[in-house]
């Protein structure tokens, strides 16, 4: 028998119809009633960093219609910030909306670590296998923990206004160049650069702690998210200068990536997608 996508609406109906059946589930794994056990994790080497890269290289040229979601997204939400950061009164959060895309990329990339999945398992992968983490078992857990980074997220953009009103603020700046100059030439600068960094690096490990193999882990085999998140932190508690390169590469890839307004991304995303997914293989028996 044929089988073709369907119309949109038809679509969205059978994944969300599906999705609803797992929300339920993943309920019980958040009370931490899941019988599932922790899984083993193993010793990583700096080798397995570049290994990966060229594993999720590899994955991206062969699947390379997957950076359509991408090439749709990225350049418009670059030019909305770009559009945000000419209002004033949000100049001084331009750079930590960027930089705060580090903290929800894992649950972003989730469609790629699909993609890598049915790669690896030899199935057919492209790029509207993407959605198949609509239909995964742990999905209802998947949509929790993205929730968690979003909260996250909106948290390091709290902090990051409150370091700019006790140093720079509370008033908005006069102009981009004044915000640069005052900024890189004062004292009140100065501490702003050397707080938001710290806070930010704090809330970097922690994304990362949480998140570094508990998506794939989550997409590949029906644990809950109590069972994701401690084998996510296990895997940094027995690797930490592994995981904390691999996370320092990652953000600032996604810098790079970000310049000029996210076009880079096109590439990147996909690449560290994937290439998360091969590091959950070599981190997780």
């Known amino acids: 028998m044929a089988k073709t996508i369907g119309n949109p609406i038809s679509w969205a109906a059978r994944n969300l119809g599906s999705t609803s059946d797992h929300v339920g589930e993943a309920i019980s794994g958040l009370g931490g009633e899941t019988k599932a056990e922790i899984p083993m994790v193993q010793v990583l080497t700096m080798r397995d960093i570049p290994a990966c890269l060229r594993a999720g290289y590899d994955d991206f040229i062969a699947t390379r219609a997957d950076a ?23 100049v001084p959060l331009l750079a930590p909306l960027v930089l705060g895309f580090a903290l929800v990329g ?10 890598s999945r049915r790669r690896e398992a030899g199935l057919d992968a492209r790029w509207r296998h993407a959605f198949g983490v609509f239909r995964a078992p742990s999905f209802g857990s998947i949509f929790v ?50 707080a938001g960094n710290a806070v930010g690096l704090l809330f970097a490990v922690i994304a990362l702690a949480v998140s570094v193999v508990s998506f794939p882990l989550l997409l590949e085999r029906k644990v809950g998210v109590p069972v994701a998140v401690v084998t996510s932190v296990r895997v940094l508690r027995q690797n930490p200068a592994v995981i904390l390169s691999w996370g320092a590469m990652v953000a600032a890839l996604l810098v790079l990536g970000s310049i000029p307004f996210m076009l880079g991304l096109i590439v990147v995303l996909p690449v560290l997608g994937h290439a998360t997914w091969h590091l959950y293989r070599r981190a997780v028996a």
């Open 145 to 194: 923990l993205a929730l968690y980074l979003v909260m996250l997220f909106l948290v390091w953009m709290m902090a990051a206004q409150s370091i700019y009103a006790a140093t720079l603020g509370p008033e908005p700046p006069a102009s981009v160049m004044a915000f640069v100059g005052d900024l890189l030439t004062t004292p009140q600068g100065w501490a702003l650069i050397v």
């Open 106 to 115: 894992p649950a972003a990339a989730v469609g790629l670590y699909e993609i």
């Open 68 to 90: 359509i979601f991408a090439i749709a997204i990225y350049p418009i939400a670059g030019l909305i910030l770009f559009g945000m950061g000419m209002q004033m009164d949000l």
